[in-house]
């Protein structure tokens, strides 16, 4: 079968000579289809850009990345945002919601930006909202939910695409902890249900949901591992 994430020695160098930084040094990972990885690093570590490589928000400067058995080096920047909104779903610390917007149109976003009809668009939101327990929230707008539900909201956002891959950076940074767990078992749940996640984190008691955990230090995997007791 197909991996979601394929990288093979991917290296990221930004700026040349004397002042360029090396954000990655020949990373390879493989992600397979239903699998829950957490990737793990302090500052500088190169998660941000990982994750920026294998969201499609950025290139690297040499090796091979195929998502869901495409390559993404092959694409010019219009396949690649189309190739983003179908196989990918985002979910960001800040929730990234639009304040004036209701939860349901805000979910629907994706799907205008992908042509989907407005009919449809108002159905397959709806289903996202009540998957995350959101179905009585349809109406309101950012300001009137709790932080726990904004970010509900943009987990419902990054789904309603059907995406290959749920791709989460620092999810759970801006909630308190009784939020914190909400998502986190929101995360257990779509994992049971055969989605594929990767989350970026910083925090153990996050990272413990996965069940695999992968850590970076200065640019290279020193970490690979499976999860035997994973939080579920």
Excluded: W
Aim: a positive charge.
């Amino acid at each position: 079968m197909t991996p979601v994430l394929d990288v093979r020695s991917v290296t990221k160098v930004y700026g040349s000579g004397d002042t360029a930084v090396h954000a990655l040094r020949g990373v390879s990972l493989r992600v397979e289809r239903g699998d829950y990885v957490a990737i793990m690093g302090a500052s500088g570590s190169g998660k941000s850009t990982l994750m920026n490589i294998v969201g499609c928000l950025d290139v690297p400067s040499a090796g091979r990345y195929r998502l869901d058995g495409h390559d993404v080096g092959g694409l010019d920047e219009r396949r690649l945002a189309i190739l983003r909104n179908r196989r990918i779903g985002f979910v960001f610390q800040s929730f990234n919601l639009i304040p004036r917007m209701s939860a349901q149109a805000n979910v629907e976003l994706p799907l205008a930006y992908g042509g989907v009809r407005a009919a449809a668009r108002r159905r397959r939101a709806v289903a996202a909202l009540r998957e995350v327990g959101l179905a009585d929230r349809t109406r309101h707008e950012p300001n009137e939910l709790s932080g726990g539900q904004q970010q509900r909201v943009a987990i419902a956002r990054a789904l309603v695409t059907a995406p290959t891959l749920l791709l989460a950076d620092e999810p759970t940074g801006a909630l308190d902890s009784r939020s914190t767990a909400d998502v986190l078992h929101l995360f257990d749940g779509l994992n049971r249900a055969g989605r594929t996640l990767v989350i970026i984190t910083h925090e153990a008691d996050v990272a413990a949901h996965a069940q695999r955990i992968v850590r970076l230090v200065d640019g290279r995997i020193v970490e690979d591992r499976r999860v035997a007791g994973a939080v579920r």
